[in-house]
């Protein structure tokens, strides 16, 4: 019971802050002062009293446990609404000038005030229908069960022409019973109940996180999908809330349909929440997709008991081992032979096929697909594929997308053309969510323990060579012909040799005889000092071939903006920033020396700094005139991930920077694909995807 009554006062909580939300910013509404009176009847004292009184408590300290419990849930409820209405709006990225909130539907009255504002649920809804005007609604019918009367939150929004419908279903999941309610002020209890949610948080499978991103709205999930959302309905709270709040609204459009309210062709978003206190699942629909909603209906409203559930996940298994059984060569013994795995202890299987339609990378290239993809003479796959690559490289598309699979050579075909270039010079820049990878870049370079090249010039960063150097600009470097530490306009260039010195370990340092201080916190930012390192070298002309490597992670939110901003120190000598553009003569001085500028972003769907990467390097590049030839470079915005399986993702994963980065990208399989494939598309320049 005391769960019970504390969701109540977070769904409370919640909506009043959603309420906050819409009064500070004046967003134009239909319910006026329809909640002030609901609002001005609750008393505290009075909820509070009631929740204790139902949990049978009669020790007062206890009691005033269950006051702290009761205001912090009303508390983090309100917080919750205040931020995810906010956030919500943001997404949608609607001019707050022009939305509207033609419907909002929520509950301060009955059991939500826990009986101390009792008053007739229908005049209640007679009053939360009045804001769509004078429409006939069959109370009875839309207060049952999975019904849209039911819903915690239920909102209809317009801007301009478009439409959205936001479905909420609340829930409190960290508190079960009057056990888990424990003094607040007690650092002990509160150390257990963090570590308690943290191990919460850390038992979810990466899998929760992801969402679906379908390319057509024709696309239908099964019937079938009844089966999984019922076998896995109890095991998730948040799962089960969302299945729950998408009846409502498969209900509330049903109705706004059947009220002319709404039309079939209205352009229109169905935006499904299941919220707990402790995590979000989420669904986006478009109408053409309604039928996962009457779905989460049907789930919804049966009466799933706990055999049935058991059965649901019976029959799911059974359908698994099916398909595994003829997925696999002798796959009904290897299928055995996984049911059969004891639960305790390491049990080896081992499983052998053949595939028959796989093409070897080192198999010689047909021909016909050569002269496809441009190509003469006879080649194997990883040959063939950075030979296309390489063609790419020298032509006029500034994009190149690299979509092959992972080691049929993507980058070691970049590195190998710049090898071959030397004598041109360029301008590598490799970013990578992975350090490890960003090392390995170097080590492509490399000859035994030396650059293949005197020429080569290596320069990286990480926060903790920043912090041993006082918080200085501060960069690593690798070249044959230079050897020790040095500083060039500002920028400390330690020989990466070196970096493994107890001098560049330890952040104290020795200002005086008889004086040691503290360093101090980091004041200059790994992005900050690459590009600081590599404006100098340009500038100075350190080297004409110059190899930079950084991780995604060096991209950061700041007040001003981003961290992105430190690309423009790259180009800062040739830059007239109160005229806005560039020095011709300049920028041509520099492509004699370097003429390849590429900038490499790898595996850019694995994290969403990748895509803030390539806007700010596509917006870098356009700023300073390097992408059309002007002042002689050559320029290519390369980005390699086996994820970005066609043009339509490459359109819609990275030509929005607010995009989700832990996202599957569900496309229907248009028969088998080829081993080798050159597509030309438009992308604001000229580019092409590589498979």
């Given at each position: ?160 022409k478009k439409f959205r419908i936001l479905s909420v279903d609340l829930s409190v999941f960290s508190v079960k019973s009057a ?23 850390r038992s979810k499978s990466v899998f929760s996180q992801l969402s679906i991103d379908t390319e057509d709205l024709d696309f ?261 012909l230079i050897q020790g530490e040095f500083t060039e306009k500002g920028v400390h260039f330690l020989d990466s040799d070196m ?193």
């Open positions: 019971m005391i769960a019970e009554d504390l969701g109540r006062l977070f769904e409370v909580g919640f909506n009043i802050g959603i309420l906050a939300y819409i009064r500070e910013n004046n967003l134009k509404n239909n319910f006026d002062t329809l909640f002030e009176r609901d609002l001005q009847e609750l008393r505290f004292p009075q909820m509070h009293r009631r929740i204790v009184d139902r949990a049978k408590m009669v020790d007062a300290s206890h009691r005033q446990t269950i006051c702290k419990w009761s205001l912090f849930f009303l508390q983090k409820g309100f917080l919750c609404g205040l931020n995810f209405f906010r956030e919500y709006l943001e997404a949608a990225k609607w001019e707050l000038k022009k939305l509207e909130i033609l419907y909002f539907q929520c509950n301060f009255r009955g059991e939500n005030s826990l009986g101390t504002y009792p008053q007739s649920e229908e005049e209640g809804f007679h009053s939360l229908l009045s804001q769509l005007g004078n429409v006939k609604v069959d109370i009875g019918r839309y207060q049952q069960k999975g019904e849209f009367l039911k819903a915690d939150t239920l909102m209809l929004l317009r801007c301009r056990e888990d309610i424990q003094d607040l002020d007690n650092v002990e209890i509160l150390r257990r109940y963090l570590l308690r949610e943290i191990k919460y948080l239908k999930f099964s019937p079938d999908l009844v089966r999984y959302f019922t076998a896995f309905k109890t095991k998730d709270k948040e799962s089960a809330k969302l299945i729950q709040a998408g009846s409502y609204a498969y209900s509330f459009y049903q109705f706004l349909l059947s009220a002319k309210i709404l039309q079939a062709t209205d352009p229109l978003t169905l935006n499904v929440f299941g919220y707990s206190d402790r995590g979000v699942s989420a669904m986006s629909l478009h109408p053409d997709q309604i039928d996962i909603l009457q779905t989460c209906a049907h789930i919804y409203k049966q009466e799933n008991k706990k055999q049935e559930i058991d059965d649901a996940r019976d029959i799911v298994w059974r359908k698994i081992s099916r398909n595994a059984t003829k997925s696999f060569i002798n796959g009904r013994k290897f299928m055995q032979d996984l049911s059969s795995a004891s639960g305790n202890g390491v049990t080896h299987i081992t499983h052998q096929e053949k595939i028959t339609d796989f093409f070897n990378s080192i198999a010689n290239v047909p021909p016909e697909l050569m002269a496809q993809v441009g190509l003469t003479g006879t080649m194997n796959l990883r040959d063939a594929h950075a030979a296309s690559i390489g063609k790419a490289l020298t032509a006029k598309e500034n994009y190149l997308f690299l979509t092959g699979n992972p080691g049929i050579g993507k980058t070691t075909a970049i590195v190998e053309f710049l090898k071959q270039h030397m004598d041109e010079g360029f301008l590598f820049l490799y970013i990578s969510p992975r350090i490890q990878v960003n090392r390995d870049i170097i080590e492509k370079f490399k000859q035994g323990d030396r650059l293949c090249d005197d020429r080569l010039f290596c320069v990286n960063s990480n926060s903790d060579i920043i912090k041993s150097n006082m918080g200085h600009c501060t960069v690593q470097y690798q070249t044959n970096i493994g010195r107890e001098k560049y370990k330890l952040r104290l340092k020795q200002t005086m005889e008889d004086l040691i201080q503290d360093g101090g916190q980091r004041t200059r930012g790994v992005l900050s000092s690459v590009c600081d390192a590599i404006g100098t070298m340009v500038e100075r002309g350190l080297s004409n071939n110059i190899i930079a490597t950084v991780s995604v992670q060096s991209f950061k939110k700041t007040r001003n903006g981003d961290t992105l901003k430190h690309f423009n120190k790259i180009f800062r000598s040739v830059y007239n920033e109160r005229e806005g553009s560039v020095n011709p003569a300049k920028m041509q001085a520099i492509s004699q020396r370097i003429k390849h500028m590429f900038v490499m972003i790898d595996e850019i769907t694995g994290d969403d700094s990748g895509v803030e990467f390539f806007s700010g390097i596509s917006q870098l590049a356009g700023d300073y005139e390097l992408m059309d030839g002007t002042h002689g470079f050559n320029t290519k915005i390369i980005v390699a991930d086996a994820s970005i399986v066609n043009s339509e993702v490459i359109r819609q994963h990275m030509g929005d920077r607010d995009v989700a980065p832990d996202k599957i990208f569900f496309r229907p399989a248009s028969g088998p694909g080829s081993p080798l494939s050159v597509e030309p598309f438009d992308y604001g320049a000229i580019a092409r995807n590589f498979d």
